[in-house]
């Protein structure tokens, strides 16, 4: 093989190997989250080294979690696009876990008693009109906000410095 020929094919190769790597489905890919129903109560968990960015909305009969990282539906739940997945309707309780990274969760739109523990780095929480429990304490003061808490009787758990926004009837503050 020519001297030329080798210099045009390396990086013509490459560059294939480049464009075919980077070219992966998005069914390939590693949704950030998983979301399941099990007896009228709906989970979403976050899955370690993702940035998760979850909205709960209903829509139509369904409770619908969209994570911008993707989520993956799990028992009970269907899967609607890599980032959204509808669990059916009726929903006694929504449980999040956000996971270790600067996450966000909004439900500021339903009416589903919701439980967040958003875990360490820094959060945004919004909940919506129910009694809900929000864990933003991660032994790191000053780095959370919980934006509204909605109707209904919400505790929110937090550290000294953290924002803690309308609506939040019980505060719980460690130093």
């Given at each position: 093989?020519?001297?030329?020929?080798?210099?045009?094919?390396?990086?013509?190769?490459?560059?294939?190997?480049?464009?075919?790597?980077?070219?992966?489905?998005?069914?390939?890919?590693?949704?950030?989250?998983?979301?399941?129903?099990?007896?009228?109560?709906?989970?979403?968990?976050?899955?370690?080294?993702?940035?998760?960015?979850?909205?709960?909305?209903?829509?139509?009969?369904?409770?619908?979690?969209?994570?911008?990282?993707?989520?993956?539906?799990?028992?009970?739940?269907?899967?609607?696009?890599?980032n959204?997945?509808?669990?059916?309707?009726?929903?006694?309780?929504?449980?999040?876990?956000?996971?270790?990274?600067?996450?966000?969760?909004?439900?500021?739109?339903?009416?589903?008693?919701?439980?967040?523990?958003?875990?360490?780095?820094?959060?945004?929480?919004?909940?919506?009109?129910?009694?809900?429990?929000?864990?933003?304490?991660?032994?790191?003061?000053?780095?959370?906000?919980?934006?509204?808490?909605?109707?209904?009787?919400?505790?929110?758990?937090?550290?000294?410095?953290?924002?803690?926004?309308?609506?939040?009837e019980?505060?719980?503050?460690?130093s």
């Open positions: 093989m020519s001297s030329t020929l080798k210099r045009a094919a390396v990086p013509a190769l490459a560059a294939g190997l480049l464009v075919t790597a980077l070219a992966t489905p998005a069914a390939a890919q590693t949704p950030g989250s998983t979301a399941f129903r099990v007896f009228g109560n709906v989970g979403l968990s976050a899955r370690a080294g993702f940035v998760n960015n979850v909205t709960a909305t209903v829509v139509g009969a369904s409770l619908r979690l969209t994570d911008s990282s993707g989520v993956a539906a799990g028992p009970g739940c269907r899967q609607v696009d890599f959204t997945v509808d669990c059916p309707l009726p929903v006694s309780r929504l449980s999040v876990g956000l996971g270790d990274q600067g996450d966000s969760f909004d439900g500021t739109s339903i009416v589903v008693r919701t439980v967040v523990d958003a875990g360490p780095g820094a959060d945004t929480v919004a909940t919506g009109g129910a009694n809900d429990m929000i864990g933003v304490d991660d032994d790191t003061p000053n780095n959370d906000t919980v934006t509204t808490c909605g109707l209904g009787s919400d505790a929110v758990f937090a550290n000294s410095g953290d924002q803690i926004g309308t609506g939040c019980a505060r719980y503050i460690s």
